[in-house]
Every structure is written in C-alpha cells, then in structure tokens.
C-alpha cells in the first residue's frame, strides 16, 4: 500500500490555473502507476489523467485534453496536475489514485487500490 496526500487546491476563476501535487509515501513509487480522478456534486467520480509507471505514456479524458497536463518526479514521490484554463465545471473534489503496474483500464477507478483523501478545486466563473 501506498499512501497519497493531495495538495494546491482551492478557489480560482474562470480561465485561471492550479497546480495539484500528490505526495506518495512509498519508495517504490517509480513503479506505480498514477491516476487523478475527480468527483463533482452529486456526480460519480471520473476520469481526468494518468501517467505510466514507466512516465512514458499519459491519458487524458476528452474533457480536459489541452487543459492540463500530468506529469511526475520519481525523486520527490510526487505526481503533479497542472490545469490552465480552468472553467466552472472543472469544480470538484481531485483524488490522487495509484496501482502496481498490470494488465489494466486505466481510466476505470475500480483499478486502482491506492487513494488520496481528496483536494477541493472550485472555479468561479
């Protein structure tokens, strides 16, 4: 198990940017593959990126692509979110999320066994 602690959320308007960090606790961390997930009011949690434990493959869902970028740094256990551009609808809880490398769909939530607590990002428009 690996733990995960989300970071760098919070208010911001339409058209701004916010920073997401994750920090693992797991020195294995280079071999995880990591995921962010979001969850807005009344909605199932969804989709927005991962990035392969190898760092050489990235996702992104269809509503966000060109919007933010996921990235890593396997030095610090540390997987980032940058979102630029932001909108209204981009309002929702961000979970970090990890899994061991594996035959996997890694846009489905139920593949992953390692959890963040969860960020608040909310954009005023």
């Known amino acids: 198990q690996v733990q995960l602690i989300e970071s760098g959320g919070g208010l911001v308007q339409a058209g701004g940017s916010l920073r997401l960090s994750c920090a693992a606790s797991r020195r294995a961390f280079s071999s995880y593959t990591l995921a962010w997930f979001r969850q807005a009011p009344g909605k199932e949690r969804e989709f927005v990126a991962f990035?392969?434990?190898?760092?050489?493959?990235?996702s992104y869902a269809d509503s966000v692509k060109g919007r933010v970028t996921i990235s890593r740094d396997n030095a610090k256990n540390t997987v980032y979110l940058q979102m630029n551009s932001l909108k209204p609808e981009d309002t929702a809880v961000y979970y970090c999320?990890?899994?061991?490398?594996?035959?996997?769909?890694?846009?489905?939530?139920?593949?992953?066994?390692?959890w963040g607590q969860g960020i608040q990002v909310t954009v005023s428009s």
């Open positions: 990035i392969h434990w190898s760092g050489g493959s990235t």
């Open positions: 999320a990890a899994r061991r490398p594996g035959v996997a769909d890694l846009r489905r939530l139920v593949e992953y066994s390692n």
